[in-house]
């Protein structure tokens, strides 16, 4: 926690005219539509989000974990590799970001789309952790949203097959979560999914459009599926 308040005091230092905006107030999530499956009867049984029993008491305001994923195929045109990139926001503050090249070539969207996904799941499941050390509470599941729809699909239906193997690690790992309802995963358009920023090098009329429908106040939630 430490390093990354190192990290935004190191920017504002820096940059002398930069500034960090923060909105507390919680982003609505009431027109999504309320995905309840029966997990029970798959694999992961009645699996439940593992929260420490030492953690503090809870302490002041309730916060909505929200997180984008994106990846992009053959971003690395010498290894052919693809590039994650996840943003995490409390209520509708930006507090982390991560991009790097991911560790195997993938041949399909579909496979750098789904190890995004097991790396933002990893990610959040550290977060959420973290704030209940904190005395954070958070408020229900970290909602999850990305653009690949056969990806969301793959992992929040749980009748959906596995079709390649060497996506197991990444295609369980990210339905155990969801089955524990710790995240609820949500399809998105690409064009006003913020994590594409991270993953993609390009138009940045595009870019500016998409940080625009943060910082103006420009709700977008009736995109969302």
């Not at 919680?26 to 995905?35: Q, V």
């Not at 595009?206 to 429908?213: A, D, F, I, M, V």
Request: proline residues 4%; neutral net charge.
């Amino acid at each position: 926690h430490l390093e990354r308040v190192k990290r935004s005091c190191g920017y504002l230092h820096k940059m002398k005219n930069g500034f960090i905006r923060i909105r507390t107030d919680e982003p609505d999530y009431s027109s999504l539509p309320k995905k309840e499956y029966d997990w029970a009867r798959t694999a992961y049984g009645d699996v439940k989000e593992q929260v420490p029993e030492d953690a503090p008491p809870v302490r002041g305001k309730r916060v909505v974990h929200t997180t984008y994923k994106d990846a992009n195929l053959y971003h690395d045109l010498a290894t052919g590799r693809a590039v994650t990139g996840v943003i995490h926001m409390l209520n509708q503050t930006p507090v982390d970001w991560f991009t790097k090249k991911q560790a195997t070539v993938e041949t399909a969207t579909y496979g750098a789309e789904f190890s995004a996904a097991r790396t933002a799941v990893q990610q959040i499941t550290g977060i959420r952790l973290t704030l209940r050390y904190l005395g954070v509470e958070i408020h229900g599941e970290t909602m999850l949203f990305g653009d690949n729809e056969s990806v969301v699909k793959s992992g929040s239906l749980p009748h959906s097959p596995l079709h390649k193997r060497w996506h197991g690690l990444a295609y369980h790992y990210t339905r155990e979560a969801i089955a524990s309802n710790m995240i609820a995963f949500h399809h998105i358009p690409g064009d006003i999914n913020p994590a594409d920023i991270l993953s993609n090098t390009g138009d940045t009329a595009k870019y500016g459009l998409s940080c625009s429908q943060y910082y103006s106040g420009r709700e977008t939630q009736e995109t969302y599926s």
